[in-house]
């Protein structure tokens, strides 16, 4: 038999010392004992949690839910919870209980701050395309290929033929 890893605590045998006890095999009963550590600050009981901090470990061992965002962004987090329509349909009582079950932030706005979106609004299309990275250059006609530039004007006469028909 080939162990695939080094046995330290109970918690990694899970309950298959039960089952030999339940069925009544002592050698693999014995077995399993042998192969656990005999240190006491490998039993299962003494392991600390290192990958979570403090106040993680005081949420989960409390059930607290995270803390209320003070600014959500929707370009970060899409799904940003509202609870205007619970308050008009069920009252202040139910918005009161969702608001502290899944809390929803003060404020909610995208990924530009209060002042850029004011200017970006007093802009044109391409202005505003350009500020967010979303200008794409396209490639003018003159470089492009003879039999590519047919097919784009037939393309475009299309989409034109199709919006005044």
Same mark, same amino acid.
């Given at each position: 038999?080939?162990?695939?890893?080094?046995?330290?605590?109970?918690?990694?045998? *899970?309950?298959?010392?039960?089952?030999?006890?339940?069925?009544?095999?002592?050698?693999? /009963? *014995?077995?399993?004992?042998?192969?656990?550590?005999?240190?006491?600050?490998?039993?299962?009981?003494?392991?600390?949690?290192?990958?979570?901090?403090?106040?993680?470990?005081?949420?989960?061992? /409390?059930?607290?839910?995270?803390?209320?965002?003070?600014?959500?962004?929707?370009?970060?987090?899409?799904?940003? /919870?509202?609870?205007?329509?619970?308050?008009?349909?069920? *009252?202040?009582?139910?918005?009161?209980?969702?608001?502290?079950?899944?809390?929803?932030?003060?404020?909610?706005? *995208?990924?530009?701050?209060?002042?850029?979106?004011?200017?970006?609004?007093?802009?044109?299309?391409?202005?505003?395309?350009?500020?967010?990275?979303?200008?794409?250059?396209?490639?003018?006609?003159?470089?492009?290929? /003879?039999?590519?530039?047919?097919?784009?004007?037939?393309?475009?006469?299309?989409?034109?033929?199709?919006?005044?028909?």
């Amino acid at each position: 038999m080939q162990i695939e890893s080094t046995l330290v605590n109970e918690l990694q045998i *899970g309950n298959r010392l039960n089952v030999a006890i339940e069925h009544n095999r002592r050698g693999e /009963f *014995g077995l399993l004992l042998a192969m656990l550590s005999v240190d006491a600050r490998d039993m299962a009981q003494f392991q600390l949690e290192t990958d979570t901090d403090n106040t993680q470990m005081l949420r989960n061992k /409390f059930s607290v839910p995270q803390p209320q965002l003070l600014v959500d962004d929707i370009s970060v987090h899409p799904d940003t /919870f509202d609870h205007a329509m619970i308050f008009q349909q069920q *009252g202040a009582r139910q918005f009161q209980l969702q608001q502290a079950l899944t809390p929803e932030a003060l404020v909610i706005r *995208g990924s530009q701050s209060d002042a850029m979106v004011e200017v970006l609004s007093n802009c044109d299309y391409l202005t505003k395309n350009k500020a967010i990275n979303a200008y794409q250059q396209h490639t003018p006609i003159e470089d492009m290929h /003879f039999l590519d530039q047919l097919s784009t004007q037939r393309k475009i006469s299309n989409t034109l033929a199709l919006q005044l028909a």
